[in-house]
Every structure is written in structure tokens, then in C-alpha cells.
């Protein structure tokens, strides 16, 4: 299977914590994209990170990509309670006239206000 | 404006009856897909449709029969429904290419079957 893992399955902070969700997978791939989902909704997407890329930040996130050993993490800094929600990596490889994603298994975050 | 829609936002129906999830993005994107999720939060495409032509079909069985009218929408029929099918289905659409690879997710149809 080419379904990625996440890491932790879930996880309980304080808000003004910062909290870390790590990613693996199993084949090359072209990027690899951040997804937030909120209870009952859809998938939001956070962030890109292409696979010459190493970091990429954007406001309180910071995504890394370490291609060498297929994986990926995301720090969320400064939690707040709004950021309660599943996270979900998800890789892309081009293929043809679609972009596939693989998503992982997700990390569901609890912020504690 | 919503960009992707998907309509209806719950169905509960029977084993054995036949339904469908319409799903349209007014992002002018020219790719749209179909997502499963089951009950452990496991995400899987089902479909891809790029300008109304069949890209990805990952095994899925085929009661289930997606359709583009035009690029603007793709629905989904399902025959014959099983238990195994309740899920949340969602939608989501993109424009390949470029550096547009985000996709756009619909906010999902809940479908439980009895």
C-alpha cells in the first residue's frame, strides 16, 4: 500500500504549545501537501512542500521535508484552541493529466484552551 | 460563494436501493475527483476526471458510476448499496499543472446505509 503514516495518532496540548505532527510514506514523490480537516467538514489545504525543497513556512506553520527518509513533519506554533482538527499529509507524483494524492492516516489534535 | 458543493449533505437509504452525490466547483478548475472516507478517518480516491474524460479509477467496484456532464461538475451514482458503503464521500477539484496542485474539497456527503 502507498498509504502514508502519521505520527502521532493523536495528540492533547495546551494552547500557546506548539505541537508537531510527523509524516512517512513509502514511494517517491513530486510534493507533498498538508491538509486540515474540522469535525463534520471537508479537507483544507495548509501547505505545499516540493520534493527540492527542504523547509517552507507559512505564519504559524512550519513543514519539513526530508526526501531521504520519506518524511515530513508540521509544527504548529503558538496553538490555539481553533486549531483543534484532524491533519492530514498527503503526497502527490505526476501522473498523466491528474495529480494523485496518497493521504496519510491523519493526526487528530486536541488544543486545550 | 462556495466553491465546491456537493449536494445532498447527509442520505440515509436502504441496503439495496440505488443513489447519487452531485458535486460541482465553480473554480474553473479543469480536474475533479472522488474521495472515500471510512469510519477511522481513512481517506481514498475513488475517481479522477480531467475535462469530463476518466483518469483514475482505483478499483472501486462497479456499482458505482461516476459522471461528468462538463468540467464543472461530477457526480457519483451508486447501485445496489451495501453497508460497507456508508462513508463520507467527498469531492474536490484542482487544476493540474502549473503550481496549482492544491485541491479544493467539497464539505462531504454522509452516506449511512440501513
Known amino acids: 500500500s502507498q498509504q502514508g503514516e502519521e505520527d502521532p495518532q493523536a495528540l492533547s496540548i495546551q494552547e500557546g504549545e506548539n505541537a508537531t505532527m510527523n509524516c512517512s510514506y513509502k514511494?517517491?514523490?513530486?510534493?507533498l501537501q498538508w491538509y486540515r480537516q474540522n469535525s463534520g467538514r471537508g479537507l483544507v489545504h495548509l501547505i505545499l512542500?516540493?520534493?527540492?525543497?527542504r523547509e517552507k513556512h507559512s505564519g504559524r506553520l512550519r513543514v519539513t521535508l526530508d526526501t531521504s527518509k520519506k518524511s515530513s513533519s508540521l509544527l504548529i506554533t503558538a496553538s490555539r484552541a481553533a486549531d483543534t482538527a484532524s491533519y492530514f499529509c498527503?503526497?502527490?507524483?505526476?501522473?498523466?493529466?491528474?495529480?494523485?494524492?496518497?493521504f496519510g492516516t491523519g493526526t487528530l489534535l486536541a488544543v486545550q484552551p | 460563494d462556495t466553491a465546491v458543493s456537493q449536494t445532498p449533505k447527509y442520505l440515509v437509504t436502504q441496503m439495496g436501493n440505488d443513489k447519487s452525490i452531485k458535486c460541482e466547483q465553480n473554480?474553473?478548475?479543469?480536474?475533479m475527483y472522488w474521495y472515500k472516507q471510512d469510519s477511522k478517518k481513512f481517506l481514498k480516491i475513488m475517481f479522477s476526471?480531467?475535462?469530463?474524460?476518466?483518469?483514475i479509477n482505483e478499483t472501486v467496484p462497479n456499482r458505482f458510476s461516476p459522471k461528468s456532464p462538463d468540467k464543472a461538475h461530477l457526480n457519483l451514482h451508486i447501485n445496489s448499496l451495501e453497508l460497507g458503503d456508508s462513508a463520507v464521500y467527498f469531492c474536490?477539484?484542482?487544476?493540474?499543472?502549473?503550481?496549482?496542485?492544491?485541491?479544493?474539497f467539497g464539505p462531504g456527503t454522509r452516506l449511512l446505509v440501513l
Open positions: 474536490a477539484s484542482s487544476q493540474v499543472g502549473g503550481a496549482r496542485e492544491t485541491q479544493y
Open positions: 473554480l474553473g478548475h479543469d480536474t
Open positions: 498527503a503526497t502527490e507524483n505526476y501522473g498523466g493529466a491528474t495529480n494523485k494524492l496518497i
Open positions: 476526471y480531467n475535462n469530463k474524460e476518466l483518469i
Open positions: 512542500i516540493r520534493s527540492n525543497e
Open positions: 514511494t517517491s514523490i513530486n510534493n
